[in-house]
């Protein structure tokens, strides 16, 4: 029924126009159908951290500044220049004249004080964002095209924030309305297209932005975007999806796991695109304040227990790797903590034999009557996420740990976050800064995982606020050290953004935190 739906909405519009592709030459016109696997239940960027549904939302909403992926550069985009204070603490940014948002208001200092002022109030339902204004004490606006951000400490972090879809700018129209609303409704942005309408849990529409002419000093093109319009659509059934690319009746899809390698390169009219993304890898985020978590010597033997690289060998895209840190390797500032992670199945039945926990009938262990057995929710936004919770589900009942699955809706993700009820979570968070650990991980936070108040909390505040590079080194590592050391979250496997793309699609471009750009693309 999927195939057929997909079928229905067409996306063999090759749209015509000026110029033609025999050369290679870049044509403007068209409609690129993207097949995902999840929708995450609202369409406002600030809010949504999915990303099947950040694909989408990245294209309607401009940043401050841009990164390259190459070099984790911050180069121009909104901002044609900006100032950091010696101390780190005011931000100074000079935007380019004449950038509208889609309903025509004007993209200028006041602009950004609204969205960095409202930010701060979505509280919880934008974690990502209210993490990179922490300590955010106002914008002042000199001019209509100055915006001075400050903030009450040092804050390294913020200018790579900026160029992020969490800080994208909003129009006022949007800023006001509330956090629900703007879900519902969607917003308005400055991007290079505009929101054409969606359908919950089916598809999301983008129609190009006519007259845009301020994108990102990265971009190849000037001007508006390639494509006319640009369908995602929602096919939760990883087969349905690459039988769908392979057929030719969609043009790209998320989401590629092992398992659908074969199928795709045997059609010989697709392309795989990879790329590691920056920030947390996948994890089973433990909540430290269940009563069976508590035990760090649970913790630690659960963390143990993961042969890491037969999970990679077995799920993973190609290229995949197992986690060496709780930050993936691409990341700044990554270090090396591999020798904690190291599979060691009989040091994890060591220490939960030491911890009292002894091995029932059944092979799951026990201790004064209670059940060794953790409930690990997990969203399917990712093809690779069950067949990966499976395996760990073998590998822990082998040394006596129970795992039970439960599978919840993608829309569900932040209410399950702050209400506290689950045992574990899969998934990751992607950014390129290792300040995502300050964002997830601190008692002064959203945290998430409820850890307690330790010598973590002073070592994230402090690296957020240090601008020496070596220094930010040493404390990022020493947070490295003892995220893993306490095993708060047990790292797995880094996620490897893999997506399958049609031949006659060119110039999908992956941006810094391996999520897609649509700007230069275009189809011939």
Request: aromatic letters at 6%; hydrophobic letters at 40%.
């Amino acid at each position: 029924m999927a195939a057929l739906a997909l079928t229905a909405c067409g996306s063999g519009d090759s749209g015509t126009t000026d110029g033609g592709a025999a050369d290679g030459t870049a044509r403007s016109g068209g409609t690129l159908t993207f097949a995902v696997g999840s929708y995450a239940g609202c369409v406002d960027p600030h809010q949504v951290a999915s990303n099947d549904t950040i694909y989408a939302l990245r294209q309607i909403v401009d940043s401050l500044t841009d990164q390259d992926p190459s070099t984790g550069k911050i180069v121009p985009w909104l901002a044609e220049r900006w100032e950091v204070s010696a101390d780190a603490k005011t931000f100074t940014f000079h935007l380019r004249p004449g950038v509208t948002f889609s309903d025509g208001s004007a993209v200028d200092a006041q602009a950004v004080k609204e969205n960095f002022d409202a930010a701060r109030k979505l509280g919880a339902k934008a974690s990502l964002a209210t993490g990179y204004l922490s300590g955010y004490v106002g914008t002042e606006t000199p001019d209509d095209l100055t915006a001075v951000v400050s903030f009450e400490q040092p804050n390294a972090q913020f200018l790579q924030a900026t160029s992020t879809f969490s800080l994208g700018l909003v129009a006022g129209s949007s800023v006001r309305k509330t956090a629900d609303q703007r879900c519902t409704d969607g917003v308005v942005g400055s991007g290079p297209f505009v929101l054409g309408g969606y359908v919950a849990n089916q598809s999301i529409t983008l129609v190009k932005r006519k007259g845009y002419d301020w994108g990102s000093s990265l971009w190849r093109k000037t001007g508006e975007a390639y494509l006319d319009k640009v369908l995602f659509t929602v096919v939760p059934e990883a087969g349905v999806r690459t039988g769908s690319l392979v057929s030719g009746q969609v043009d790209a899809i998320g989401s590629v796991s092992l398992a659908d390698e074969a199928a795709l390169k045997a059609g010989g009219a697709v392309n795989l695109q990879t790329r590691a993304n920056p920030g947390v890898v996948f994890n089973l985020g433990l909540n430290n304040s269940k009563p069976l978590l508590q035990d760090v010597a649970v913790r630690q033997a659960i963390q143990v227990a993961l042969d890491r690289q037969q999970i990679v060998d077995t799920v993973y895209p190609t290229g995949s790797k197992p986690a060496t840190s709780i930050l993936a390797h691409t990341t700044p500032y990554y270090g090396d903590v591999s020798p904690q992670l190291t599979f060691d199945a009989a040091k994890a039945k060591s220490l939960l034999d030491t911890a009292g926990w002894q091995v029932g009938g059944d092979g799951i262990r026990t201790r004064n009557g209670t059940r060794l057995s953790l409930s690990v929710g997990w969203f399917a936004n990712a093809a690779t996420n069950q067949p990966t919770l499976e395996l760990i589900q073998q590998q822990l009942k082998a040394v006596g740990v129970e795992i039970t699955l439960k599978e919840l809706q993608i829309a569900q993700i932040t209410q399950v976050q702050q209400s506290g009820d689950f045992d574990a979570l899969w998934g990751n968070i992607t950014r390129a800064d290792p300040d995502i650990l300050r964002s997830t991980y601190s008692t002064a936070l959203a945290n998430t995982y409820r850890l307690t108040a330790g010598a973590l909390d002073p070592v994230l505040t402090e690296q957020a606020a240090t601008v020496d590079p070596a220094k930010r080194q040493a404390l990022v590592n020493q947070a490295q050290d003892l995220i893993v050391r306490n095993a708060h979250v047990i790292p797995v496997v880094e996620l490897t953004t893999a997506l399958g793309v049609s031949k006659k699609v060119h110039d999908l471009d992956f941006e810094a935190s391996s999520r897609i750009q649509l700007h230069d693309t275009w189809k011939s």
